[in-house]
């Protein structure tokens, strides 16, 4: 449990402590609040069903998030166990690499030992953290084959598992509790045991033959027995492609790898403590491991990474930090409708608060008794929103298994989250839903308390005192002050947070001040227009745009001070807003009382009508900012999709050491490709070294951690050879060519006329936002070196590639060069990718199935233009069906709003409906102006959502969408049928109380004269 | 202009209605609670002359106030007959009594009961919005009765930017605007100083000997029975005593 969680929980025990003393020592006010709670039940209802609304969105998402936690977890205990820690040499990694990790010889790390780790410890630390094994390992991704029985012939074949070699008696003195693949035999130099992830890949069982391709050759080993991946028996590094594990003895492993008896590539270490308790000290052990190893190795250093931290923690990332988010809107809205709910029920009992006032209970008397209730209510609304919050965090948890379930087959993993509930969270979520429920009836309860006796009794409107308290011009001079502070501090500091809330603050501050000595609408609407623009606009601050990226509280600032701008921009300009129902009145007489008295509420309850318009506007703003996301998403998708690939609808790749040979010939003899394939080119790609650029100068934010290069380490580079067939067809567009090629065609086939010309992939703009590249362009020139033969091969740019517009799905990277110029590089290690044309109207998901059959023993992927972009776009749009699906819980709170205040007018409009009966209004014009009057508002609010949400959601794509070819694009039809489906759910809850007030008798106008 | 002497039901000649303006006959009326209840009305008969102010007196609860409903149609009988221009009131349906109150009637209360949220002009329309007339002619004529009660200048001022008395001079207009045959005021004055209760009580009077218009009004102030024409007294839901001279005479020509 992190400080917030137990500082919230320990508030709302503090607060449960006190009012349940207070309760005790004041038995009669305790009787007479909770007594409301069993005798009203509707009313009770209705409190504890709109207050659970908050809870139930936090404990979902605060139980998506340990659900995700323990998909985690699992990972952390499948592919790592006992392991914390691994060290291996720094080396510059591209991405998606398979070159081999760098050796080192086992005597520079000799002093890596459990005492030497934990003495360091102490040094650093002054605490000792206990590490209970380090283990030597040769790890390497390799291809593999599984043999047919009694043959060499290939069954079934991968392009990469994880070969791991350790020493059998070190590994079972490994860990407390040493991985239960040790208790096996040392399986020796020609037998090697399979995690069962392979096993299920490549077929394989007890006693099956297994060829691993390693650096200097192939071996072929007998499958000892398949293990469960637990551990070492399961160990992937994070974000591999790794089919599975294949675990040796250490001997055989360097036979495979090529390393010497004395060489090893990996140590790995287990703290003290289970999967999660060792991780917790994973930062102390990598310093003193850093320390131990400083100056060691080869002219470079080596990287400690705290690996099962990283996994468990999920890069930082947690899905349900993002629901969490994005209810906090709903929660917001919750809020007001508690204050709503509670000051209704003061309305309705402001005759019996009265007389137990004027029977000599004072004013906190009077919290008091509400308090209690409230505080009944809270716990009450705390444990069934909890519990509807698990329900919610089920579907949730459903959802996104369904969403992820288009990539399983892709990621040859099992991607399912299991759907995972932690005590503490729901302690949490039940504590904080307890306590925003109580502060704001807590709050609220202090306000209603403020009553006069008389009125209250006679059930006369409340009057406002004449005298304005001189403690709210000093609050409201304290705003002003210190709203400026922080607007001082923030473009002080650079601190983006304080640079938004400081002006706003002040603003806020400057009108309360204003209007006491000038006309209210123009002093707010000018307020008002200033806090909607700042807040849109602010994101040009560099420091708020910064803060923005590092947290979603920002978002929500920005989201929250945008539609507050909105809300009072339009609460004080009604009468602007309701000029078109004016004419409307002229036009048809019949309804001009109707519409009088309907829009006269709204205008004139200024305050009531910003709470109501608020409620659904925060809600409708991240249901619009959700939909134009998903709907901005697909049309760069569509947009994109026939640039993607170079124009080609689909490719196959083998993996480096089990090549396709005659992929021609092959597609000829199987009738389901030949008809399916209209014609094919090959690129073949390989890896060079740049000589004139230092390695650490580039590093990648792109991939996974790959650690300091060796100093003196130059940039490496993929150098891709293109045919002539497809210089003449690729789509790939160019973001500057040489003035000399007149068209991006003319450029491309340049290319393959003279082997001295290159292009350049798009990271080479400099802007380092993908890949970390030298800035080149047209004119320019690179040398090349080749990593085996060190042969120098200067090239002349001829053109840079533009930067793909959105998803970009290709084969192209880095140098790319004409065929010819292979002859430059003979000895250079290349991979082949085969780009083809399918014929019109064949169906990718047949094809790449026929095509995996067929290559089956080359290990080959294939990969669909279609296909890709069809997961793509069904994982986006289930996912932000989820979103929206999550949001629709948090619209109850708007339209159990809008209900509650039309049961409120009904109860506070008494006379002034009786009034109305008297003079002549029918009932059904009562009913009708009701209902007009909630349909106004309801509109009202969800217009001003979705406004606020376009204008939110097209400051996100300015900002956040780096595509310079993505659309805007706002949903005209979902938002329609969203926002329609919201205002007719508001209406039917509308229609009961409008009933009530059509049957309020016109006896009741004279019931309660003064 | 929707008077209720042009009504074809009495008159089946299609000539003016001539008789009183409201009849009532030995009507009861009783209210229940859990087990008590209370006879607020007890066999009450009452006859209101056309022009006519009438004053209904009588201490707190005798069911003066109860009596104004049932007369109004604000409330219903249990039994006996209520003839407003020799339309039989209490046969009449919730619909069909809510339109002839718009229609034919006005009311002046107490606590003025003017919409707080509308204007004066606003208020004064209501009556006329309900029966159809168009809105620029409503407010014509809301402005007009506006400026009858001496407020055209606060047209646009809500109620609660109003004095007492200017309020219940902007009920008044709202009371009068749709030329009702009859006003019914539940202590007009009951809420206003002495000074602004004599303005205001001149204000009817005036409307009263000017348009002939006629007033039944429930009130406790003397000051206020004294410019009736009649005083009907009232105790324990029954009329105890009519004032066997009118106070005033009657005004002519409604």
Wanted: glycine share 10%; charged share 20%; with cysteine.
């Amino acid at each position: 449990m992190g400080p917030f969680s137990i500082t919230v929980l320990g508030i709302a025990l503090l607060v449960t402590l006190i009012v349940l003393f207070s309760m005790l020592r004041r038995p009669a006010l305790r009787r007479i609040g909770l007594r409301s709670v069993g005798r009203r039940k509707w009313n009770t209802l209705l409190v504890v069903v709109g207050s659970m609304v908050g809870t139930a969105l936090i404990a979902g998402s605060l139980v998506l998030n340990d659900s995700t936690g323990r998909f985690q977890y699992r990972q952390a205990e499948k592919t790592l166990g006992e392991i914390d820690e691994t060290v291996q040499f720094a080396s510059q990694r591209l991405p998606n690499d398979t070159r081999p990790i760098p050796l080192f010889d086992a005597s520079t790390v000799e002093g890596v030992t459990p005492d030497a780790i934990r003495e360091r410890t102490l040094l650093l630390r002054e605490e000792a953290v206990e590490v209970d094994g380090v283990l030597r390992a040769l790890t390497q991704e390799t291809p593999a084959e599984a043999l047919e029985a009694g043959s060499e012939n290939v069954a079934l074949a991968s392009p990469a598992v994880t070969v791991v070699g350790v020493d059998w008696g070190e590994l079972r003195r490994f860990g407390q509790e040493p991985p239960a693949v040790s208790l096996r035999p040392d399986p020796g130099e020609d037998r090697v045991y399979v995690s069962d992830r392979l096993a299920r890949a490549l077929e394989l069982e007890q006693g099956s033959r297994l060829r691993l391709r390693g650096p200097r050759g192939a071996h072929i080993f007998t499958v000892a027995e398949v293990v469960p991946e637990q551990g070492i028996s399961g160990y992937v590094s994070r974000f591999s492609s790794s089919e599975g594990t294949v675990l040796m003895d250490i001997d055989a492993a360097r036979t495979l790898l090529g390393a010497s008896p004395s060489q090893l590539n990996t140590l790995l270490i287990s703290n003290a403590g289970d999967v999660v308790s060792g991780a917790e000290n994973s930062p102390a052990v990598v310093d003193a491991t850093q320390q131990l190893l400083e100056g060691k190795g080869p002219g470079g250093g080596f990287q400690v990474s705290q690996v099962k931290k990283d996994t468990l923690e999920g890069g930082g990332f947690q899905i349900g930090d993002i629901f969490l988010m994005i209810s906090s809107f709903a929660i917001l809205a919750g809020i007001l409708l508690i204050i709503n709910i509670y000051t209704m029920l003061a309305e309705e009992r402001k005759g019996e608060m009265g007389i137990l006032r004027a029977v000599a209970l004072k004013r906190g008397g009077l919290v008091r008794v509400f308090v209690y209730e409230g505080y009944a209510y809270s716990v009450l609304a705390s444990l069934l929103g909890t519990l509807v919050g698990v329900g919610v965090a089920a579907g949730l948890v459903w959802g996104l298994n369904r969403a992820a379930a288009v990539f399983a087959d892709l990621f040859n993993a099992d991607l399912t989250i299991p759907f995972y509930v932690r005590p503490q969270s729901l302690v949490i979520a039940a504590s904080a839903g307890l306590l925003i429920t109580f502060l704001s009836v807590f709050f609220t309860s202090l306000r209603i308390s403020r009553l006069n006796i008389v009125t209250a009794i006679r059930d006369l409107p409340e009057q406002r005192p004449l005298r304005r308290s001189v403690l709210r011009l000093a609050l409201q001079a304290l705003l002003l002050c210190v709203g400026l502070l922080l607007a001082v501090a923030g473009f002080t500091l650079e601190n983006g947070y304080l640079m938004l809330i400081g002006p706003v603050l002040a603003l806020f501050g400057l009108g309360l001040l204003l209007s006491r000595v000038l006309p209210p609408r123009p002093v707010w609407t000018l307020l008002s227009a200033g806090v909607l623009g700042y807040a849109y606009f602010a994101n040009e601050l560099e420091p708020v745009r910064r803060a923005n990226e590092e947290s979603p509280a920002m978002f929500f600032l920005e989201g929250f001070f945008i539609v507050l701008g909105a809300v009072l921009l339009v609460t004080f300009n009604l009468g602007v807003v309701f000029a078109g129902l004016r004419a409307l009145m002229r036009r048809m007489p019949g309804l001009a009382s109707i519409l009088r008295i309907a829009v006269a509420y709204p205008s004139s309850r200024r305050a009531r009508t910003g709470f109501t318009l608020a409620m659904f506007a925060l809600i409708l703003y991240i249901v619009t900012i959700s939909s134009i996301f998903n709907s901005t998403q697909s049309a760069a998708t569509e947009r994109t999709r026939n640039n993607q690939l170079s124009g080609y609808d689909g490719f196959t790749q083998s993996g480096p050491v089990t090549p396709i040979q005659n992929f021609g010939g092959r597609v000829e003899d199987n009738p389901v490709l030949r008809d399916a394939i209209e014609d094919y080119t090959e690129l073949r790609a390989g890896q060079v070294e740049l000589p004139e650029y230092d390695a650490a100068q580039y590093q990648t934010p792109f991939g996974p951690p790959t650690g300091t290069p060796a100093p003196g380490a130059k940039l490496l580079e993929y150098l891709t050879f293109v045919p002539a067939g497809y210089l003449a067809s690729t789509t790939d567009e160019l973001g500057e060519r040489l003035p000399e090629h007149d068209s991006d065609r003319e450029a491309w086939e340049a290319l393959g006329r003279d082997p001295s010309l290159a292009i350049l992939t798009f990271p080479y703009n400099g802007d380092r936002e993908f890949l970390a590249r030298p800035k080149l362009g047209p004119g320019d020139s690179i040398v090349l070196r080749d990593p085996v033969t060190g042969k120098k091969v200067e090239k002349k740019v001829i053109a840079r590639m533009a930067p793909p517009s959105g998803f970009a799905l290709g084969v192209i990277n880095g140098v790319i060069v004409g065929e010819g110029a292979r002859e430059e590089f003979p000895s250079l290690n290349t991979q082949s990718t085969f780009l083809f044309h399918l014929q019109g109207g064949v169906d990718p998901v047949a094809v790449n199935r026929e095509l995996k059959r067929e290559f089956a023993a080359n290990g080959a992927q294939s990969f669909f233009v279609e296909d890709i972009i069809g997961r793509l776009e069904a994982f986006t749009g289930t996912f932000i069906r989820i979103v929206q699906a999550f949001l629709a819980f948090g619209l109850i709170v708007g339209v159990a709003g809008l209900a509650v205040i039309s049961a409120r007018a009904v109860h506070e409009r008494r006379r002034e409906i009786g009034t109305l009966r008297a003079v002549g209004f029918p009932r059904q014009d009562i009913r009708w102006q009701f209902i007009v009057e909630s349909s106004l508002v309801a509109l009202l609010g969800i217009l001003i959502g979705i406004a606020s949400g376009t204008l939110g959601g097209y400051n996100l794509f300015r900002f956040a969408v780096d595509n310079p070819d993505a659309r805007f694009v706002f949903p005209w039809v979902e938002m329609t049928l969203i926002g329609l489906g919201v205002w007719v759910a508001s209406l039917a809850f509308t229609v009961v109380p409008a009933i009530r007030a059509s049957q309020v008798a016109p006896v009741e106008a004279l019931r309660y004269q003064g | 202009m929707f008077g209720i002497g042009r009504r074809k039901k009495s008159e089946p000649d299609g000539a003016p209605y001539t008789g009183p303006i409201v009849e009532a006959r030995s009507i009861n009326k009783s209210y229940r609670t859990e087990e008590v209840v209370v006879h607020a009305l007890r066999d009450v008969s009452l006859t209101v002359e056309r022009g006519e102010i009438v004053a209904i007196m009588g201490p707190s609860g005798c069911g003066k106030t109860t009596l104004l409903n049932v007369l109004s149609g604000l409330d219903s009988i249990d039994s006996g007959e209520i003839l407003i221009a020799g339309e039989p009131l209490h046969k009449m349906g919730d619909g069909r009594r809510t339109e002839y109150r718009a229609k034919s009637m006005g009311f002046i209360f107490q606590s003025f009961n003017l919409m707080p949220v509308l204007s004066s002009v606003e208020n004064v329309e209501l009556p006329l919005l309900v029966s159809g007339v168009p809105v620029d002619r409503a407010r014509k004529m809301a402005l007009a009765t506006l400026d009858q009660v001496g407020l055209a200048h606060r047209a646009n001022h809500r109620p609660n930017q109003l004095s007492g008395g200017q309020q219940q001079r902007v009920a008044i207009a709202r009371a009068l605007v749709n030329s009702p045959a009859i006003v019914w005021a539940d202590e007009p004055t009951g809420n206003l100083d002495s000074d602004t209760s004599r303005e205001v009580l001149d204000l009817l009077l005036g409307l009263n000997r000017e348009n002939g218009q006629t007033f039944v009004i429930v009130t406790h102030d003397p000051g206020v029975g004294s410019l009736a024409n009649r005083i009907v007294n009232m105790k324990d839901g029954r009329i105890v005593a009519y004032s066997e001279e009118p106070q005033r005479e009657a005004a002519v020509g409604a």
